[in-house]
């Protein structure tokens, strides 16, 4: 009887886990987004401020060229995070699938428990 309630508390640690380990990625694929619009806007300044927006020119600035290359792998690091993240979204689908499954057992268990308790408490009384 016990092992099932640890068992229920185990699972919902696991689920609360899968959850914050959700949320981080969340919070991360956001960070990655505003940066890469932060860099957008500093390239499109410096594009201005040196007249040029042509990447393949020899005058293109040097600092927008960087600031692309860093925009460019922020994208593909959000695209990474993003795969990541649909990977755990199927990891708390199983882990809350395998929660509900043990708290069906827990109270399954605590009905038979009840149950046997009341047959007694009648026989004796």
């Known amino acids: 009887m016990k092992s099932r309630e ?3 508390r185990l699972k919902q640690f696991q689920v609360n886990e899968k959850r ?5 990625l969340d919070m991360m ?8 619009v932060e860099l ?3 390239i499109t300044a410096e594009e201005k401020k040196a007249g040029i927006t042509d990447i393949n020119h020899f ?4 600092f927008a060229k960087a600031a692309r290359l860093r925009r460019d792998n922020l994208r ?7 795969q990541q993240r649909s990977a755990a979204e199927s990891l708390l689908g199983e882990a809350e699938a395998e929660l509900s499954k043990a708290e069906m057992l827990e109270s399954r ?3 038979v428990r009840e149950a046997e308790t009341g047959g007694r ?4 009384g």
Request: hydrophobic residues 45%.
């Open 6 to 8: 640890n068992l229920v």
């Open 20 to 24: 914050r380990q959700l949320l981080q």
């Open 29 to 36: 694929i956001a960070e990655f987004e505003r940066m890469a």
């Open 40 to 42: 957008e806007l500093q």
């Open 59 to 62: 005058a293109y600035p040097t």
């Open 76 to 82: 593909n690091s959000q695209g990474d995070l993003a």
């Open 109 to 111: 268990d605590t009905k």
């Open 121 to 124: 408490s009648a026989m004796i």
